[in-house]
């Protein structure tokens, strides 16, 4: 594994590398493989790979340091990088992987970006964290599996080294995932993928049909003491702050933008740059205000969790949901500010703010972490 460097200016210089190409990717909605690089010649696609594999096993506050530094130069290389780190931290913790499939997985992550994502959601189903069981099945074959359905959403496409699908198995009604190697045969995308922001995540639909998986692919998840079924990503855990992080990092993307046009803006009646009025300079206040209270959150809550508060354990949705506030927050206050040019494609203001707004898709979503909350303050 590539030697971990997490200094601020090695970070920064990722960040850098990546923004240079992120708004080709977005207008393209192309894989984003010149950030991807970027990242995975860093280490950081591998950062969480476990220690008794001979990864680095970084924990995860400094995860969140490297998906914000990521997400900051490009959200779409964020996405795909979150969901790879939580699929290797996952590994490092609970071991769930066939060990052929895992020790295939690293050797790709020697070779090049080797990407992996949980693929869950389903065009009728929706979000598993909604409720309900998948129409996507693994049937015993023999020795094996055949696994056949259709999901949506499956982040990463044809970029995918692994996915890691949610299925039922029909008879005994037991709920998993698969592992499967992305080259198989009978693995059809569908290129359904033409969203508001994170533009290049190709984040399609993919069918599987017939495809034959080995017998130890597939992977138990445990159900409820009362035998009933709650997916994990009803409500934040320790592992969920992966995705905030990212988009904290658009968030400071946005800051630098707008903080750099102020500082070139020179309208001819002002005769100075914007930046030197008092109403641009709390503006920028504002928006520095929003991303320090959601860096804040982030690694607030981590700093307990680190320490074994698990006071703050029910809190964990509550505080993604009030950093994805912050987030849209900060990037709106900066686009509506600058009115027009603040909506320009030529400026990358509104993309930040695009990229942005998908954080509210990320699972547990507001209107249910707000319910539960509630329904736990009130003891009903």
Not at 56 to 81: F, K, N, Q, W, Y
Not at 100 to 129: C, F, K, T
Request: charged share 20%; with cysteine.
């Amino acid at each position: 594994m590539t030697a971990l460097d997490l200094s601020p200016d090695a970070l920064a210089k990722v960040t850098a590398e990546i923004a240079a190409t992120a708004a080709e990717y977005d207008r393209t909605g192309d894989l984003p493989w010149a950030g991807i690089e970027v990242a995975h010649r860093a280490g950081l696609l591998t950062a969480t790979v476990g220690t008794r594999y001979g990864g680095p096993g970084a924990g995860p506050r400094d995860t969140a340091r490297i998906l914000t530094a990521i997400g900051e130069g490009d959200a779409s290389v964020g996405l795909l990088a979150a969901n790879s780190l939580n699929t290797h931290a996952a590994q490092a913790a609970f071991g769930t992987w066939p060990v052929a499939a895992y020790e295939d997985l690293l050797r790709r992550s020697q070779e090049g970006p080797a990407l992996v994502n949980a693929i869950r959601a389903e065009p009728e189903l929706g979000a598993p964290a909604r409720g309900g069981l998948p129409k996507t099945t693994a049937v015993r074959n023999g020795d094996g599996w055949l696994l056949n359905g259709r999901k949506a959403y499956a982040t990463g496409g044809t970029g995918l080294a692994y996915h890691v699908v949610w299925a039922v198995e029909p008879e005994t009604q037991r709920v998993g995932h698969l592992i499967v190697p992305g080259d198989l045969p009978g693995i059809t995308w569908i290129p359904t993928w033409d969203h508001l922001g994170l533009r290049a995540s190709n984040t399609h639909d993919v069918v599987y049909q017939d495809v034959q998986l080995p017998a130890d692919a597939f992977c138990e998840i445990p159900r409820q003491s009362d035998g009933s079924y709650r997916d994990p990503a009803a409500a934040a855990g320790p592992g969920s702050f992966g995705h905030p992080a990212l988009y904290v990092g658009v968030a400071r993307a946005a800051r630098s933008a707008f903080a750099a046009y102020a500082r070139e803006r020179v309208p001819a009646a002002l005769g100075k740059p914007i930046a030197q009025t008092e109403r641009i300079q709390s503006v920028a206040g504002e928006i520095d205000l929003q991303i320090v209270q959601a860096e804040t959150l982030l690694h607030g809550a981590l700093l307990r969790l680190e320490a074994g508060d698990t006071s703050i354990l029910p809190e964990l949705s509550a505080i993604k949901v009030a950093i994805g506030r912050s987030v849209i927050a900060a990037a709106q206050t900066a686009v509506a500010a600058l009115g027009n040019p603040g909506l320009s494609r030529h400026q990358p203001l509104e993309r930040h703010l695009r990229d942005a707004l998908c954080i509210r898709v990320h699972p547990p979503q507001e209107d249910a972490v707000l319910l539960a909350a509630g329904r736990r303050v009130l003891g009903v």
